[in-house]
Every structure is written in structure tokens, then in C-alpha cells.
T-cell receptor, first 111, second 113 residues
Framework: AQSVTQLDSQVPVFEEAPVELRCNYS??????LFWYVQYPNQGLQLLLKYLSGSTLVKGINGFEAEFNKSQTSFHLRKPSVHISDTAEYFCAGDNTDKLIFGTGTRLQVFP | DAEITQSPRHKITETGRQVTLACHQT?????MFWYRQDLGHGLRLIHYSYGVQDTNKGEVSDGYSVSRSNTEDLPLTLESAASSQTSVYFC????????????FGQGTRLTVV
């Protein structure tokens, strides 16, 4: 059973527009949640993580995510995207010290 | 600076051959992982290790094996390569707790013909 679900496989958006990438998790993962970004032909790098405490988490490059326990969601947002944000974004959850990934969302930013 | 490196970056092999992909990290991390990335599937866990001499099967372990003889290395072996194993393979490492960041290699693109 899928433990981390990314609802959108592709999200097209124009430059300077806001964007939200959706992620839902199941009870099989702990509440250690992560967003990673993958630029073309590269490995993954951490954008942000939620471990505990404040439900609004800020990451690199102006991204933020909100942990919502009642909706089992961890959506990623950015108020104004740039061309350089074009990449694949992965939501992940911890399952006994190993990461379980969603299927990814391709963010395409158009000028 | 500490890093995690994979080799080779690209490889083409024939069906039935044994192939080994290397992963080396200098973070001194206990945990190491191998994932494969395929369109529509995201990253799926193949094998993982929590320390020297420890190895565990992941979600898609059939046809793959790993060994952990030291902290720095976790080579991934395809015993008899199949076309279904054409993929991009990523190695990752992390400290021994689930709340810490995993660091990824640059990936190995493997094509089985």
C-alpha cells in the first residue's frame, strides 16, 4: 500500500505565480516528513523537513510546507515561482529509519 | 567536504550479465540505501543497511543483492541483468535516526540490452 501519495504528477505554472504541490501520508509512516527536489540529471536534495513543533516549516529557495495531522497532509507551497524552480519534487516519510517516497510531481514553470 | 559518490554514472550491459554499481560515502553514516527511479513510480527502495554486516530487503529487492563490509561502501549487484532492471539507481546515506536528512548520490543510469 502506498504510504506517501502525491496527487499531481505534473503541475504547470507561470513564472511569479503561486504554487502548491500536494502530499498525503498514511499511518504506516511516522510524522517525520520531508520534501526533496531533483533538478535534471542530478540527485535529490532536501528542501525542508517536519519533525515536530510548529506545523509551518520553511525551507530553502522560498519554499514552505504545512503539516496537517487531521488531513494527513504535508503540502508544499511557494508564493512566487521562478523559472529555476522547474524540477521534480518528491514528498517522503520516514518508516523505521528509511525513507518512503511518493511518485513525484513535475513542476514546470513557464515564462 | 564529505560526499557520496556513485560509479559508474552510466552503464550499458547485456541481459544475463552480472553488474555491480558502487556507492561510497565519506559522511561516516550508519545508514545506506539503494533506490531505483522509474517514471510513474518515483523512488523505490531496493536494499538498505543500518551498519556493517547488516543488510535488509526493500520493496523491490528481487534480482539484486548488497553487502556491507565497511561503513563507507554499499555496492549493489544485479545477479543476472534483465531488461526490467533498466533504470536510474540512486544511493543514499543518513545518520542512524529517521529524523535526519538523507544525502543522495548523483545516480547511475543503467541500460540492459
Amino acid at each position: 500500500a502506498q504510504s506517501v501519495t502525491q496527487l499531481d504528477s505534473q503541475v504547470p505554472v507561470f513564472e511569479e505565480a503561486p504554487v502548491e504541490l500536494r502530499c498525503n501520508y498514511s499511518s504506516s509512516v511516522s510524522v517525520y516528513l520531508f520534501w526533496y527536489v531533483q533538478y535534471p540529471n542530478q540527485g535529490l536534495q532536501l528542501l525542508l523537513k517536519y519533525l515536530s513543533g510548529s506545523t509551518l516549516v520553511k525551507g530553502i529557495n522560498g519554499f514552505e510546507a504545512e503539516f496537517n495531522k487531521s488531513q494527513t497532509s504535508f503540502h508544499l507551497r511557494k508564493p512566487s515561482v521562478h523559472i529555476s524552480d522547474t524540477a521534480e519534487y518528491f514528498c517522503a516519510g520516514d518508516n523505521t529509519d528509511k525513507l518512503i517516497f511518493g511518485t513525484g510531481t513535475r513542476l514546470q514553470v513557464f515564462p | 567536504d564529505a560526499e557520496i559518490t556513485q560509479s559508474p554514472r552510466h552503464k550499458i550491459t547485456e541481459t544475463g550479465r552480472q553488474v555491480t554499481l558502487a556507492c561510497h560515502q565519506t559522511w561516516n553514516h550508519n545508514n545506506m540505501f539503494w533506490y531505483r527511479q522509474d517514471l510513474g513510480h518515483g523512488l523505490r527502495l531496493i536494499h538498505y543497511s543500518y551498519g556493517v554486516q547488516d543488510t535488509n530487503k526493500g520493496e523491490v529487492s528481487d534480482g539484486y543483492s548488497v553487502s556491507r563490509s565497511n561503513t563507507e561502501d554499499l555496492p549493489l549487484t544485479l545477479e543476472s541483468a534483465a531488461s526490467s532492471q533498466t533504470s536510474v539507481y540512486f544511493c543514499a546515506s543518513s545518520w542512524d535516526r529517521g529524523d535526519t536528512e538523507a544525502f543522495f548520490g548523483q545516480g547511475t543510469r543503467l541500460t540492459v540490452v
